[in-house]
């Protein structure tokens, strides 16, 4: 089965604090894809980040930073001091392989984060 | 570079009316088209996807319905709407670059059935 889960519904930080959203996938693929969306008030999911899966470099832009680890499947998302813009919902993604010329992802639930002033 | 529009951005219906919502994509050629629902519990669910010009595939029953007429021009339409069609409507379409598999989305529209 192919799934992704954000166990964290909501999560709530006062600004400059760091913050980690976690995401955790099920695929049987040996090739796949990983993604993070930024959906803020407006409404629009913004694209923030592509892993595939046989790059488990970790990633940092700027405040951003991204830790995938296949042993726990996992493909987290950390927030160094957080800042009230951050605030939105985040979306986790999977491609796998078999999603061939359709390319549908498969999303998770989503984090609300809620940074306060 | 690419761009992807939708219209109307927000648009308030009584149960019962006929729905158009139109995506179109600029700047790339024969897109991958999707369209998503976004209810007010935030996931969201895949409503049909196109990989070219009057292909369409559904991925859940209902009274929706969607077309391509042209390479990067998608339509969401409804004879007529029911109360459970409000929700946050995306359009997106995938990248083209090589190995490209994220999915670009538009502003959205916000749909609220009366």
């Known amino acids: 089965a192919q799934k992704v889960t954000q166990a964290q519904t909501e999560i709530s930080v006062v600004e400059k604090e760091d913050v980690t959203l976690d995401c955790v996938y099920e695929?049987?693929?040996?090739?796949?894809?990983l993604f993070w969306y930024k959906q803020p008030p407006s409404g629009e999911l913004v694209f923030l980040i592509r892993?595939?899966?046989?790059?488990?470099q970790n990633e940092i832009s700027g405040r951003y930073s991204w830790n995938f680890q296949k042993s726990t499947s996992s493909f987290n998302f950390t927030i160094t001091a957080s800042q009230v813009v951050d605030s939105a919902v985040y979306f986790c993604a999977l491609r796998p392989r078999q999603g061939g010329a359709t390319n549908k992802l498969i999303f998770g639930t989503g984090t609300l984060l809620a940074v306060q002033p | 570079s690419q761009t992807i529009h939708q219209w109307p951005a927000t648009l308030v219906q009584p149960v019962g009316s006929p729905l158009s919502l139109e995506c179109t994509v600029e700047?790339?050629?024969?897109?991958?088209l999707y369209w998503y629902r976004q209810a007010a519990g935030r996931g969201l669910q895949l409503l049909f996807y196109s990989v070219g010009i009057g292909q369409i595939s559904s991925e859940v029953p209902q009274n929706l319905s969607a077309s391509r007429p042209q390479d990067r021009q998608f339509i969401l339409s409804s004879k007529k709407l029911l109360l459970s069609d409000s929700g946050f409507y995306l359009c997106a379409w995938r990248g083209d670059r090589e190995l490209s598999y994220e999915q670009y989305f538009g502003p959205g529209t916000r749909l609220t059935v009366t």
């Open positions: 892993r595939n899966s046989f790059d488990e």
């Open positions: 695929t049987r693929d040996t090739t796949y894809y």
């Open positions: 700047g790339t050629s024969n897109p991958n």
